[in-house]
């Protein structure tokens, strides 16, 4: 179903739209095509348009118009320059939930087309177009749940890597504060990723680099230029003083309205909604992004960082995770960039508002996930970003692209993993508490308190301590606040 109006011609770069009047019965039998992205590794498996804005919803066979069912909203991942994962089937999480839950995914723009950041585009469009259309999709549910037979009261944001680190931005939206009722009661967030984000007008060579792509000089003549010309110049481009494009070139800025300050800072000032939280991270965050660059030695490493954050000191880096013993591969410094990328990328985005929603007395319950796979071991990857996702979704129902051919343990020696998982997540959404409903004989899950979180593993789920190493680390990263947290 349409959410928003086609995001075309004069509404590109524009903050959605309502949907157009339809007067005849619709057909949502299928999916709409996912959001153009920005050219990379990972395949785009679904049909892909400009024409994108798309929400699918699903229900119990049993729901009708009155049952007030909670709802869980998924954020795809992508990085914000792809849609990631669109279209999984919700089948799995429903029945684990004794079919008490409804669940919906949808698209929202990315790349150029969501996160073009400019004087022009605050003139005359809108930053970060890209959460504006997450923020539609949130409010269509809000509007238009109960007709499926959702509560609109009890929504429960959920999401993957760019879509968990969504999920968090979203609390920090308008300041945290909001215009009418909370649109959502509950947020969850599965290995966040959020990128540098920079006030808009240090974005504005982005901008001039597309015009100069594009033979344009205007925001006016890139919002009438054919969807392919522009598509061809939506793709990662180094930042000002490298050499070496980063994994990610598009990301949300600082626009004076979605974020009225830098989120860190607003996350410091408690400026946030108060909603439960559940958030955690697996155990190796970095891996498949440290190695798609060479580290084979200190520069190497340095340079894959510094392309990442082009304003970041590499200074000292080495030092802070000198613990961690060089490989005896020709990829000597692979752990090291693979320990450092994935906790300043996720790990410490993602206890830093553990540690800010606690403090604020609400309820946070954390996780590290080390559920091992032999295939991903073999392939040196580990317990590697998004792992997670076949377990929440269930074996089949969700195509991870970024797994190696062979790693479905889900189905055999991790099979068990699966409902423990699908009952802590949607006993989180139906109560907002992962215990409720949590699965017969796994453990109490345990708020953040002092510091601790699940760690979930395949027959030795347990609660632990945040490890004095990570908290060093992620203290290290908070010093140069001013550069990587933007």
Not at 5 to 22: I, N, S, T, V
Not at 253 to 270: R, T, Y
Not at 347 to 376: E, R
């Amino acid at each position: 179903m349409r959410y928003a109006a086609p995001p075309l011609g004069d509404l590109r770069f524009r903050a959605p739209q309502d949907p157009l009047k339809e007067n005849q019965t619709q057909d949502a039998t299928s999916h709409g095509p996912v959001c153009l992205s920005v050219p990379q590794k990972y395949s785009v498996l679904q049909t892909t348009s400009e024409d994108c804005l798309f929400i699918d919803v699903q229900v119990p066979a049993s729901t009708n118009s009155s049952s007030k069912l909670p709802v869980m909203i998924w954020f795809q991942g992508g990085a914000y320059i792809l849609n990631l994962n669109a279209d999984y089937n919700a089948t799995g999480l429903i029945q684990a939930s004794s079919d008490s839950v409804i669940v919906v995914t949808f698209n929202y723009r990315v790349g150029l087309f969501g996160f073009l950041a400019s004087q022009d585009v605050n003139d005359d469009g809108d930053l970060n177009a890209g959460l504006f259309d997450q923020r539609k999709a949130i409010t269509w549910v809000h509007n238009h749940i109960s007709a499926f037979g959702g509560d609109p009261e009890r929504v429960t944001l959920f999401g993957t890597s760019a879509g968990a680190g969504a999920v968090l931005l979203h609390t920090l939206a308008y300041g945290g504060e909001n215009t009418s009722k909370p649109l959502f009661s509950a947020a969850l967030s599965a290995d966040p990723f959020v990128p540098e984000i920079f006030p808009y007008q240090q974005l504005e060579f982005q901008y001039r680099e597309i015009l100069n792509a594009t033979n344009c000089s205007s925001l006016e003549c890139l919002r009438h230029l054919p969807t392919d010309s522009l598509l061809a110049a939506n793709i990662n481009r180094p930042f000002p003083g490298q050499t070496t494009s980063p994994l990610f070139y598009f990301s949300p800025c600082v626009d004076g309205i979605f974020f009225p300050d830098l989120p860190s800072k607003l996350l410091a000032e408690g400026r946030f909604q108060r909603v439960p939280l559940l958030q955690g991270t697996v155990t190796d965050e970095g891996s498949i992004f440290a190695a798609t660059a060479n580290n084979t030695d200190v520069d190497q490493f340095d340079a894959f960082l510094g392309a990442q954050f082009p304003d970041l000191d590499t200074d000292g880096i080495d030092a802070q995770y000198s613990y961690m013993p060089l490989n005896t591969t020709s990829q000597a410094y692979y752990n090291r960039a693979s320990f450092a990328y994935g906790d300043v990328s996720y790990t410490c985005y993602g206890l830093s508002f553990a540690a800010a929603f606690a403090a604020a007395n609400l309820p946070v319950y954390s996780w590290l996930y080390n559920v091992i796979d032999p295939v991903n071991t073999e392939v040196g990857i580990g317990v590697f970003h998004t792992w997670e996702v076949g377990a929440v979704w269930g074996p089949g129902n969700a195509v991870n692209i970024a797994a190696p051919a062979g790693a479905d343990s889900y189905t055999n020696i991790n099979k068990g993993i699966v409902p423990l998982v699908q009952a802590y997540w949607t006993s989180f959404a139906r109560a907002h508490d992962p215990n409720v409903w949590r699965l017969e004989g796994s453990p109490e899950w345990k708020t953040w308190g002092p510091g601790q979180r699940l760690k979930i593993q395949t027959n030795s789920t347990t609660m632990e301590m945040v490890d004095g190493q990570q908290i060093e680390n992620c203290e290290f990263w908070a010093a140069r606040n001013s550069q990587v947290y933007h």
